[in-house]
Nanobody, 113 residues
């Protein structure tokens, strides 16, 4: 099982930006499809964005044009650049290997209005 460690969350005002990072322990990271999910209080976990091993990306409609997912295979890290943040972006953000049971511990993002 791949170990994943997220970082970069915090408290930010609406309109601000944050960059989340997820470092993986996988020996061969480059072949993994990766994803970022988030879970707001009293809501189900939802997909925010994902990126394939070849770099193809997919975004939830609610974050298109504001968030960018990227990866650095040499550093075994996937990133989520979040801009123009809104209070509804508040939640715990999790990194995962798509199609696996590997999840990080999550990082809290709080956007104040």
């Amino acid at each position: 099982q791949v170990q994943l460690v997220e970082s970069g969350g915090g408290l930010v005002q609406a309109g601000g930006s944050l960059r989340l990072s997820c470092a993986a322990s996988a020996i061969i990271f480059s072949i993994l499809d990766m994803g970022w999910y988030r879970q707001a209080p009293a809501k189900q976990r939802e997909l925010v964005a994902d990126i394939t091993s070849r770099g193809s990306t997919n975004y939830a409609d609610s974050v298109k044009g504001r968030f960018t997912i990227s990866r650095d295979n040499a550093k075994k890290t996937v990133y989520l650049q979040m801009s123009s943040l809104k209070p509804e972006d508040t939640g715990v953000y999790y990194c995962t290997v798509k199609g696996s049971r590997s999840w990080g511990q999550g990082t809290q993002v709080t956007v104040s209005s």
